[in-house]
């Protein structure tokens, strides 16, 4: 009798194959491989001149590599159809014109992708800014612009999310907001790739971690098992799971230690 098979893993919907991007003779981005698939939250983690921000604007057609490849559901970014619909993404918070207003900045955006009218005020909704939707956004506080970007990365409704520090500027109640909504695309299952540099949110907020110092992969698995490998055994065994923010952050700097450019003296 024939055993039954393992349930195969869902294909990866972003991938990097041997992605390397040059600035002079120094490798931003060096030979980066990995996956990111669905249903999961993967918190992508590295020190500050990691690449990790370089990483991104290759996966989203913005800068174009040196060699390999960066993929959106097996095509690179600029062949997109219809990107919007694909993938949202939040790279900058004030990636906005100052003079428009918020719901006329997310109109342009619906318009030049044939998206409807109706979801602009749907997103708007989903991230606590229709009672704002009619100023400018030029005077949106760095919260408020980071709601605002969150809006244009969901107005497609795209089965794939990537979010650049997506928590800076908000308050206990947004931060809060936020990893609850992140959290719910993944369930919903989305692709969703969150860049950090909190260890305590991606320690509560990613089931998934991809690690980089210097442009390199460090470590691709869960963050669970991160932690394992990274931290003393007994130590983990014994420490109740409200203190997983500081094991990750211990784990973290253990494994990019070597990675920091800008180190305490």
């Known amino acids: 009798m ?27 981005v060096d030979a980066l491989t990995f996956q990111v698939r669905p249903g999961v939250v993967t918190g992508f983690l590295g020190p500050n001149g990691a690449g990790k921000s370089t990483t991104m604007r290759l996966l989203l057609g913005l800068e174009r590599p040196d060699a390999g490849e ?5 095509r690179p970014y600029a062949e997109l159809s219809r990107p919007l619909a694909e993938v949202g993404a ?6 906005f014109h100052k003079g428009r207003t918020a719901r006329k900045h997310l109109l342009c955006l619906a318009q030049s992708q044939g998206l409807p009218a109706t979801r602009v005020d749907e997103v708007l909704d989903l991230v606590g800014l229709a009672d704002v939707a009619d100023r400018r956004a030029g005077g949106f506080s760095l919260g408020m ?8 990365a969901l107005l497609g409704d795209p089965r794939i999310v ?47 971690l991809l690690v980089i110092g210097r442009g390199r992969l460090l470590a691709d698995c869960s963050t669970a098992e991160f932690i394992r490998r990274h931290t003393d055994p007994d130590v983990y065994a014994a420490t109740p799971e409200v203190a997983r923010p500081a094991l990750l952050e211990e784990a973290f700097m253990r494994l990019t230690a070597d990675s920091v450019q800008y180190a305490a003296a």
């Open 145 to 152: 612009a980071q709601r605002l970007g969150i809006a244009a």
């Open 162 to 208: 990537i979010l650049d520090e997506p928590v800076n500027g908000l308050d206990p109640e947004g931060i809060l907001w936020i990893r609850t909504l992140i959290k719910r695309l993944a369930a919903e299952g989305r692709t969703v790739l969150v860049s950090s540099h909190l260890m305590n949110e991606m320690a509560v907020t990613a089931d998934h």
């Open 90 to 95: 939040m790279l900058e918070a004030k990636a």
């Open 2 to 28: 024939t055993s039954p098979s393992a349930t195969p893993a869902p294909e990866a919907a972003v991938e990097a194959r041997d992605l390397t991007r040059r600035y002079g003779g120094r490798a931003a």
């Open 70 to 74: 960066a993929l959106i559901n097996g």
